[in-house]
């Protein structure tokens, strides 16, 4: 009490409690104190009369029952939530997962599927690199095998009915191989005519671009 | 009324629909009006408090009983809101249209059964809140409307038990300024 009483004490602490003061929220001492001192003290009083007719002009039972009756269905709403959730076969997160994994399956089974393709293309690609760099080394025996070997991949591609774009590049590949691999037999010194079997290769490629023999 | 902790225990437990209920009874005020606060807008706020309470009674498990139920409701509101808050500038980014043009004034159900003096009261209540600067506002409606403790406050505001006093004093002597002289609002 004694602390409350003198004079010294905190003004702003006494004024900052005055809100509470009149909305009774002060312990017992604190109150005796303000008591004692707004009888001497009219500023005091004054601004307990102000405060005073800010909480009466401002209903706190009024205000409390209209944020009631404002939120009166939330709880009927969460519930309901809750049972919509119990109820639901699957989570948000888990339609997610299943959305993800099944994309990434069909991009496997995508994948696995047009993969053959593209690797028959760069198989016979880098035969015919293969071919190229034997010729150079005037391997004659060395070319023809690879050359049967070359073909058997271009007829095996054809049977697996490749798309048309494959199907044209590697016609092209084949061409442009065979005819390398037919100059260069032309001028090689040793021979003086071109091996049956390679003339053969060279006939039936291009039987099968539409030319004629006498395009050969 | 049951206490926090009979609560807390409740929806832990297998009487958790039940539990569930009275909490959202409990706290639907409280947090309905924080959130109205911030959101300025009633379907929003409702949305909102849907949230709060599903995330709270999914997460009660990890309430750690460090402050009290209200004060991490609080905390929750406030996450909510702001989550939601960002989600409108998104939205009005991508549709063009500018947040700001959105309503300064919280929108009300006009429900017939709303009487209009109830109605007109709200409005000249939330108009006089406005005014006020935030930390004052949201003192004066913890202290006086939701009559929380000062520790209560100051966890959910971030600020000293003797900041608090002051704001809340220097709310209801702008208020006293903003009222008539009649002491109608």
């Given at each position: 009490m004694e602390r409350y009483n003198n004079m010294n004490m905190n003004q702003q602490h006494l004024l900052d409690s005055l809100p509470d003061y009149v909305d009774g929220k002060v312990d017992e001492q604190l109150k005796a104190a303000i008591d004692k001192a707004k009888q001497n003290d009219t500023a005091l009083q004054s601004e307990i009369n102000t405060i005073h007719s800010v909480f009466n002009a401002l209903d706190k039972d009024h205000i409390i029952s209209r944020q009631e009756y404002l939120s009166r269905n939330i709880s009927v709403q969460v519930i309901q939530a809750l049972e919509h959730k119990k109820t639901q076969l699957f989570s948000a997160n888990q339609i997610v997962a299943f959305c993800t994994l099944s994309v990434i399956i069909c991009s496997a089974i995508l994948y696995s599927i047009y993969l053959p393709d593209t690797q028959n293309i760069s198989t016979v690609a880098s035969l015919a690199l293969n071919d190229s760099n034997n010729m150079s080394n005037n391997n004659s025996s060395e070319v023809q095998d690879i050359v049967y070997g070359t073909h058997d991949i271009y007829q095996l591609s054809l049977f697996e009915e490749t798309n048309t774009d494959q199907q044209e590049l590697l016609d092209d590949i084949i061409v442009d191989e065979v005819f390398a691999i037919y100059e260069r037999e032309l001028t090689?010194?040793?021979?003086?005519e071109t091996p049956k079997a390679l003339e053969n290769e060279i006939q039936n490629v291009l039987l099968l671009e539409g030319k004629d023999d006498e395009t050969l | 009324m049951q206490s926090d902790q009979d609560i807390i225990n409740g929806l832990l437990s297998d009487t958790r629909d039940y539990a569930a209920n009275i909490f959202v009874r409990k706290y639907q005020r409280f947090v309905f009006s924080v959130a109205q606060r911030y959101l300025k807008s009633y379907e929003d706020a409702c949305d909102a408090s849907q949230e709060v309470f599903i995330k709270a009674i999914r997460n009660?498990?990890?309430?750690?009983?460090?402050?009290?139920l209200q004060t991490w409701l609080y905390r929750i509101v406030i996450n909510v809101c702001h989550s939601m808050n960002k989600k409108k500038k998104l939205r009005s980014f991508i549709t063009f249209n500018s947040f700001d043009s959105m309503p300064e004034a919280i929108t009300y159900d006009y429900n017939p059964e709303n009487s209009t003096m109830d109605i007109e009261f709200q409005k000249k209540f939330d108009n006089l809140m406005k005014q006020l600067p935030e930390k004052q506002r949201e003192t004066f409606i913890l202290r006086y409307?939701?009559?929380?403790?000062y520790e209560e406050i100051s966890q959910m505001l971030g600020t000293s038990i003797g900041g608090l006093k002051a704001n809340y004093f220097q709310a209801v002597k702008k208020l006293a300024s903003l009222l008539k002289p009649d002491g109608e609002i």
């Open positions: 090689l010194e040793n021979q003086s | 009660i498990g990890n309430f750690r009983g460090e402050c009290s409307i939701d009559e929380l403790s």
